[in-house]
Nanobody, 120 residues
Framework: QVQLVESGGGSVQAGESLRLSCAAS????????AGWYRQGPGKPRELVAR???????DYLDSVKGRFTISRGNGVNIVSLEMDGLEPEDTAVYYC??????????????WGQGTQVIVSS
């Protein structure tokens, strides 16, 4: 089990920046993947960015070049720097970590989510 606590959401104008942070109760490096999903109004949850297999990163096409995922200053922190925010980025952002279990397969753990609102 792991607890994930997000912070850094808020309301901004288009073009501005926000930094989301996720504090885990365990070393992030002990998981096989860590990152961020989001769910906008009336939309399905989608992967925004993740770190996996060490330092390999993946990004949603629409955020490439604007968002950067990284491990924070502590070993239990994963952050998402969001620059050039657009109204379409409005969503609840969820931190997640994943661990492969030899019996159950991939097991995901989720934070409670943090709201990001971008106004035009």
């Amino acid at each position: 089990q792991v607890q994930l606590v997000e912070s850094g959401g808020g309301s901004v104008q288009a073009g501005e920046s926000l930094r989301l942070s996720c504090a885990a109760s365990k070393d992030i490096r002990s998981f096989d993947a860590a990152g961020w999903y989001r769910q906008g109004p009336g939309k399905p949850r989608e992967l925004v960015a993740r770190i996996r297999g060490g330092d390999r990163t993946d990004y949603l096409d629409s955020v490439k070049g604007r968002f950067t995922i990284s491990r924070g200053n502590g070993v239990n922190i994963v952050s998402l720097e969001m620059d050039g925010l657009e109204p379409e980025d409005t969503a609840v952002y969820y931190c997640y970590v994943m661990k492969y279990d030899p019996v159950r397969g991939p097991v995901d753990y989720w934070g409670q989510g943090t709201q990001v609102i971008v106004s035009s």
